[in-house]
């Protein structure tokens, strides 16, 4: 049997792949492991993993604790920001992100989608503002945030389907699982203008999206999220909706 066909079924693979599962394998609730750690997330035989880290560390992938313990280097940082779909929308839209938070004192948040999933590309947190679950490079479900009904609402009718063909996470006792309601809900987005999430998150969080445009097409969305009873959603929406066609003025401008 040839030699690299004997490695792919050993389930170890190329030697690119093999460094992607180990970056792969860190996550918000994983952001230091041990080597160990490292290997069971990954699926990789510690061996294979401990030869890996040294190439990894070398080029600033990664990094090693005081206490032995590994996570993502500022180089790995530092190529992911250069991502044009991110960094170019963070940049025109961060003057009015920070408009709106310095007016609202809330959560103010930009994503986009990226499959049948939310990426957020920045975040601006109030002070005294509702926690969120969200961070800058953290992904989320589609169905339940502001952002993402959004994002889905203006999606094509493949990724709108995949996205509702279950199984739909559930946050909250109030999360929409229903792929009826949730369609009626995404009609009810694109006649309004913007979408509102009431307490699908968190149960203390109301959270109100409007589409950022370019082109014709919807390619983020922009949201403010306060706490459950403090603004009425209309009065938000024309707060983010003012925001966002300004983001969308802003994308179109040389």
Known sequence: MPRSRRGAESGTGPVLGRALRILGAFSAKYPEMTLSELSRRSGLPVSTVHRMLGELIAWGALERGDEGCYRVGLRLWEVASLAPRGQGLRERALPFLEDLSQVTRENVQLAVREGTEV????????????????????????????????????????????????????????????????????ADVRTNGYAVSDRQVTMDALSVAAPVHRGGTVIASVSLVVRHGSASAPGLARLVCTSARAISRALTTP
């Open 119 to 186: 990426v957020f590309v920045e975040r601006i947190a109030g002070s005294g503002a509702v926690p969120v679950l969200t961070r800058v490079g953290g992904r989320f479900a589609l169905t339940a945030s502001g952002v993402g009904l959004v994002l889905l609402a203006h999606a094509p009718a493949e990724v709108q389907g995949e996205a509702l063909a279950g199984p739909i996470e559930r946050f909250t006792p109030g999360t929409v699982t229903d792929p009826r309601t949730l369609r009626r809900m995404l």
